[in-house]
């Protein structure tokens, strides 16, 4: 079956701008979550969904950062007002919950000019 | 705070040498433990897992891992190495309630013909 999608695979944009992540999940999946991976780093975690709702959001480094995921499938993150420290691959994952298994997609590559 | 600790960010070996990627925590309660790789572009994938039972898993293309509780480690070894093995390999934790994962900073892995 399909994997976890994430679109779109490169973003660049200017420094104060307003930009959206989105992320596909595995069907079926009710947990998902975002990272962030900068150069040389591993993934840090910024928010985990259980269903519609945030279950964890103690990863997101500031108000700038906020996800939704409305229907409990799709999920969008969302960064207003970009910074160059924002640049990095942003991680989407999903999982069943108690499964200990999250699958990764490709990532989307932020960069902020 | 649990933590994971990746001893050489980069390691190299020969084509059939034995692969040994190091990899500690600290954490207070037993952990979810996992590693993950990641080729050049890719997400990452998951390599084997560690949550109860026995404490050598054995996980896709030959790797295994041992966790050994007194040591607080979770070493990832393969007898012999390919040149498909060359890739970022990720070590990473899950504690007690959370479902965020914890990851180490990764090691690349060169193989050498």
């Known amino acids: 079956g399909a994997g976890v999608s994430q679109t779109p695979s490169n973003k660049v944009t200017e420094k104060g701008k307003y930009v959206e992540l989105r992320c596909d999940p595995i069907s079926g999946h009710t947990a998902l979550y975002w990272y962030r991976q900068s150069l040389g780093q591993g993934p840090e975690f910024l928010i985990y969904f259980q269903g519609t709702g945030a279950a964890d959001d103690s990863g997101l480094p500031n108000d700038r950062f906020f996800a939704v995921r409305p229907e409990g499938s799709v999920s969008t993150l969302k960064i207003q007002r970009t910074e160059r420290g924002d640049s990095a691959v942003y991680l989407c994952?999903?999982?069943?919950?108690?499964?200990?298994?999250?699958?990764f997609g490709p990532g989307t590559r932020l960069t902020v000019t | 705070a649990q933590s994971v600790t990746q001893l050489g960010s980069h390691v190299s070996v020969s084509e059939g040498a034995l692969v040994l990627l190091r990899c500690n925590y600290s954490?207070?309660?037993?952990?979810?433990l996992f590693w993950y790789v990641q080729y050049p572009n890719q997400g990452l994938q998951l390599l084997l897992k560690y949550t109860t039972g026995a404490t050598l898993v054995k996980g896709i293309n030959g790797f295994e891992a041992e966790f050994k509780k007194s040591e607080t480690s979770f070493h990832l070894t393969k007898p012999s190495a390919h040149m498909s093995d060359a890739a970022e390999y990720f070590c990473?934790?899950?504690?007690?309630?959370?479902?965020?994962?914890?990851f180490g900073k990764g090691t690349k892995l060169t193989v050498n013909p």
């Open positions: 994952a999903s999982s069943q919950v108690g499964s200990g298994e999250q699958y």
């Open positions: 990473a934790v899950k504690i007690g309630g959370s479902e965020k994962l914890v």
């Open positions: 954490s207070s309660v037993p952990p979810y």
